[in-house]
């Protein structure tokens, strides 16, 4: 793997006459970690040690990293240095005794997810940050104990790896699957309160804080919560993980589920060209051979979680030092992301992702300025590691094209690797005239097509998109190719949040992209030529 990292390091063996395997022993010798570098003149170890433990390669043998180092680069980061910082969308704890308790015993569970894990998916986003792969993050708004049950994660990840097919073959670039699953529990909230009915009490804040029902009891926050939290999320993930490995992501398979669901929907002419594209590029790997028998990869493929890191003391409580870097890791999923009420200068928030070794994103929302933006970069990847930061864009469809260019151009200008995303949902929810809070599918559709006229225009890549959906047949968006209607919102409206895309709408949308990725793949080919 070539990386800054890798080439800033030979670059200076090559200079001093230093062989790897020597360069290697010095550079881990007691004293001479960073002194060594600066005696030289070269104050840049931390960065990157930095760049290379979030490359995932941390542990090759010519490059030794210690924990002193990491130290070095993080400055006088813990994973408990939020706690001096400004913290906002935190739920009040009545009884702090049980809340410090439920987090020691948490720190005492075994990790979610691995180091090497969310490393792995760094170095996959760094490929789409340089143009060479598409991002793919979807799941629920948020997560419900209620409706925790098997079938409706496989129909989830069952549509996600649907949609991961199809603009697969439409961009020809590798779709990263990342799910809002298996910790997407936590919601930040416009107000504190609520009042209903003369009524005033805590917000909801999410099964793993509170609960929904809007009584004087159940608003109270309960730590127990966390603890069955974590316990759904590794139920979840361990289900996810045999679904992503055990043969149930067979790609043949995957492709029969959309030609079965296109059979039922009024969309399938559009697309029925695409499919059968896909149908006879499959049939032609088969006549030559490559089949999940020959090519086992046929039939697995990797698959990631995500979450809001709202709740910092869940999150602090599961952050772990990876022994082969000395890096912290919040193992509580592979990917975090800080939301746009979170994100300002100074937070609790930015000062928690800033030291862990996740890739993570951030919501970027119309009240962000340029210059904020670049700040925010500056501190949450100093040593600009490609794959390290995702960019989620959530404007709304008729602003998107007034806000997004000035961002684009700021972190091109100043040469920040981010993979930019498309959150078309938060921006563009409504109150439908039945009093359902809803998401027109027309003005999804159109923030994404300004997304990616935004980037076509600044010649960035359109990187990913960034989705609140379900697998489950629910009417929470109106519209699409279906025509789910305002009326017919009360029929299956099952959210415990904000509406979300059902599997019909969710599988439409991935046809509408694969376009806008032809399209792209169209133009890219032309300028080489």
């Given at each position: ?131 060479h792969g598409f991002l793919l993050q979807g799941g629920d708004c948020a997560e419900s104990f209620a409706e925790f049950h098997p079938n409706n994660i ?126 006879e590029a499959l049939d032609f790997m088969e006549a030559c051979g490559i089949n999940a028998e020959t090519v086992p990869q046929l039939s697995r493929t ?152 935004v980037h076509r225009a600044e010649g960035t890549h359109a990187g990913g998109i960034h989705a609140e959906m379900t697998g489950q047949d629910v009417t ?54």
């Open positions: 793997m070539t990386t800054l990292a890798g080439i800033k390091i030979r670059r200076f063996r090559e200079a001093r006459g230093i062989s790897r395997a020597a360069f290697g022993t010095w550079y881990g010798a007691p004293g001479s970690t960073v002194q060594g570098w600066e005696e030289d003149g070269k104050r840049a170890a931390a960065p990157i040690v930095n760049q290379i433990a979030a490359n995932g390669i941390a542990h090759h043998a010519d490059w030794f990293v210690t924990p002193r180092n990491m130290e070095n680069a993080m400055g006088s980061w813990s994973p408990a240095s939020w706690q001096n910082a400004e913290a906002r969308q935190m739920p009040d704890y009545p009884d702090q005794a049980a809340l410090d308790a439920t987090l020691t015993e948490l720190g005492r569970f075994p990790p979610l997810v691995f180091a090497g894990e969310a490393r792995q998916l760094t170095a996959e986003l760094g490929r789409v940050a340089e143009g496989r129909d989830t990840f069952r549509v996600i790896l649907q949609m991961a097919v199809v603009l697969t073959f439409a961009s020809k670039l590798p779709t990263v699957k990342v799910g809002r699953m298996a910790g997407q529990f936590a919601k930040p909230r416009s107000a504190p309160t609520e009042v209903i009915d003369g009524q005033e009490l805590p917000s909801y804040r999410g099964d793993n804080v509170n609960d929904i029902a809007f009584t004087t009891e159940g608003r109270v926050p309960d730590p127990a919560r966390l603890l069955r939290a974590y316990s759904q999320s590794a139920a979840t993930l361990n289900l996810l993980r045999a679904f992503a490995q055990g043969g149930y992501a067979n790609l043949h398979q995957v492709h029969k589920w959309t030609l079965d669901f296109m059979g039922r929907s009024p969309w399938a002419d559009r697309y029925a060209d695409v499919a059968d594209r896909i149908g990797d698959f990631y979680t995500s979450h809001e890191a709202l709740l910092l003391p869940y999150e602090q409580a599961l952050t772990r030092q990876d022994s082969l870097t000395g890096q912290w890791y919040d193992t509580s999923a592979h990917f975090l992301w800080i939301g746009d009420r979170t994100r300002f200068e100074g937070s609790a928030h930015v000062e928690y992702l800033r030291g862990i070794g996740n890739p993570i994103g951030m919501k970027c929302g119309p009240s962000l300025e340029p210059d904020a933006l670049l700040r925010l970069l500056d501190t949450l990847n100093p040593h600009r590691v490609a794959g390290r930061m995702t960019l989620i864009t959530r404007y709304g469809h008729d602003k998107i094209e007034a806000h997004l260019p000035a961002l684009v151009r700021a972190v091109k200008r100043e040469g920040h690797p981010v993979v930019w995303s498309c959150d078309p949902m938060h921006g563009n929810t409504v109150k439908a005239a039945t009093g359902y809070k809803t998401r027109p599918f027309e003005r999804i559709l159109a923030e994404v097509r300004g997304f990616f006229a929470e968006c109106t519209g699409g190719a279906i025509a789910v209607s305002e009326q017919a919102l009360a029929d299956r409206y099952h959210t415990h949040c904000d509406p979300r895309l059902n599997a019909g709408q969710s599988i439409e949308l991935a046809f509408l992209l694969a376009e806008m990725l032809n399209e792209e793949l169209a133009e890219r080919k032309k300028a080489a030529a």
